[in-house]
């Protein structure tokens, strides 16, 4: 049987990459996206999930769990960043950049320790 690796942010230009390479090297990808998102992915189960809530973290282990007999790995590529010099950032989106690359990997970690 292939090792299993889920890919947060699986849709996103780096995810859809590491996807790709990871299925070519063997592995059975799944994968994460934001909810209401239309993207898809040739390289991975996609799962809808808002890695800042702690429940729906809860809920993708759940998921995965029934898909796979375990995680050999997790790749955390969810987040986002403005393009703006940081001269011209408010601080909401300072936060709102914190929120999203620091709590979302707080929360998978949680979720699947």
């Known amino acids: 049987m292939s090792k299993s690796i889920l890919v947060t942010g699986a849709t996103g230009n780096l995810g859809t990459t590491v996807c790709a390479q990871l ?15 239309t993207s898809n992915s040739e390289h991975a189960t996609l799962f809808e999930a808002n890695l800042q809530n702690e429940n729906d973290c809860k809920e993708l282990f759940e998921a ?13 590529l969810a987040g986002g960043f403005g393009m703006h010099s940081i001269k011209n950032l408010s601080v909401a989106d300072l936060n709102e950049m914190y929120q999203v690359n620091f709590f979302s990997a707080i929360n998978m970690v949680k979720a699947f320790w």
Do not use: E, N
Request: charged residues 25%; without cysteine; aromatic residues 8%.
């Open 23 to 37: 299925a070519k090297s063997g592995y059975q990808v799944f994968g994460t996206k934001r909810p209401g998102s």
């Open 64 to 76: 995965v769990k029934k898909k796979t007999d375990g995680l050999h790995g997790i790749v955390l």
